[in-house]
């Protein structure tokens, strides 16, 4: 594919927001394992806008080392975006994205790629033991899981991340998904093909921070939702026939008891229940309404999901620097970035 006509076997996809002091000893585990394995590999490292001296350290480690490869995006873009573009530049026949903080444990790729042999094109590795997280995490995580299978058609397998194998004709796949809105786990899962699963105890981070808040999983959990289901978009039909029907019911019940007995005044407390549920009731579904169409309007707006500012990697040499055309890596024209590199 683009910018490389080598035959790698493996890429490693590692998307890294201040990872700064994991990186020696992720590339020190990694290698070691990839060079175990004697593949043909690369690593690319995708730098989501750190603000820390990530890229410095990873431009260092991409001259000792030329199998590791810097997407540098433009800004933070988020870790399902700084994934798809470190989908978009590998360019092996299979492809593990891994997180930078040693929670995946590099070592398992052996695994992985045993499996992918046997003729699977999508293995992924899934938690045993959610180790070092709050119990507040794992039940809201199992909630989560929980109410998006029920929620969606495809399933998605529980307790695992976006560590993972997948061969070149699942990536090759999700390429073709043109959506701004990038919940991995569902993407993954929506392709389809031969799929296993091998188990893993997952470690705590090595060093620094987790980056997701509960304010940020609860806006991933959103996505995930509304991205793999219309459910809460369909549910107003039928919550509305339902208020409609009790309505009638009790419409008929109040006029046959004023033909009966007269018109009574008090009725404040009934009015105000009624106009408050009723209220609640039209506000949370124009927020979930809301909701798609927000996500409609992003995706019509058909902005690119990302922008590269520098690439490290084409040839090992030098440093090559290419700013990419918009609509992300997607279309790219490499017939001018071709020219590009023999100007410089
Ligand atoms: N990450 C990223 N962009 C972000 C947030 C995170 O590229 O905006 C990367 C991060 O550097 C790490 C991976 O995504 O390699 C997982 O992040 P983290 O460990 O914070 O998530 P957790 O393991 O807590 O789910
Ligand atoms: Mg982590």
Redesign the pocket.
């Known amino acids: 594919m683009l910018l490389n006509n080598d035959n790698v076997e493996l890429s490693v996809i ?6 700064e002091p994991n990186i020696d000893y992720l590339f020190e585990r990694l290698v070691s394992t990839l060079d175990r394995l004697k593949l043909k590999y690369e690593i690319v490292c ?1 730098n ?1 806008g750190s603000k820390d001296n990530t890229l410095k350290y990873l431009i260092e480690h991409h001259l000792r080392n030329p199998a590791i490869k810097v997407v540098n995006l433009s800004r ?1 873009f ?2 399902e975006i ?1 994934l798809t573009a470190g989908l978009d530049y590998a360019t092996g026949s299979a492809i593990v994205p891994i ?3 040693l ?1 995946d444990p590099p070592e398992l790729i052996e695994e992985l790629v045993a499996k992918w042999r046997e003729g699977y094109d999508v293995v992924y590795a899934t938690r045993r033991l959610r180790q070092g997280e709050s119990w507040l995490k794992r039940l809201t995580a199992n909630g989560f899981y929980q109410v998006i299978s029920q929620m969606s058609p495809v399933s998605i397998p529980r307790n695992t ?1 976006d560590f993972r194998l997948l061969d070149r004709c699942v990536v090759d796949a999700l390429k073709q998904l043109p959506e701004r809105n990038r919940f991995m786990k569902g993407l993954f899962a929506w392709v389809g093909f031969n799929q296993t699963s091998i188990l893993y105890d997952r470690p705590q ?1 090595y060093k620094g921070v ?3 808040n509960y304010w940020r999983l609860w806006n991933f959990a959103i996505d995930g939702i509304t991205s793999f289901s219309l459910l809460p978009l369909k549910v107003w039909s039928y919550v509305g026939l339902t208020i409609s029907v009790l309505s009638f019911l009790y419409a008929s019940f109040l006029l046959v008891r004023t033909l009966i007995l007269g018109i009574d005044v008090p009725g404040y407390a009934s009015l105000m229940v009624a106009l408050l549920f009723l209220g609640g009731v039209q506000l949370l579904s124009l927020g979930i309404i809301g909701e798609y169409l927000g996500r409609v309007y992003e995706e019509v707006k058909g902005r690119p999901l990302y922008l590269v500012k520098e690439y490290y990697g084409s040839t090992p040499e030098s440093m090559n620097t290419y700013v990419l055309p918009q609509r992300g890596a997607r279309n790219l024209d490499v017939d001018a970035m071709m020219r590009k590199s023999s100007e410089t």
Do not use: I, L, S
């Open positions: 590692v998307p890294m927001y201040n990872e995708v989501d933070n988020g870790k700084a997180d930078a903080d929670q991340g981070r987790t980056k997701w």
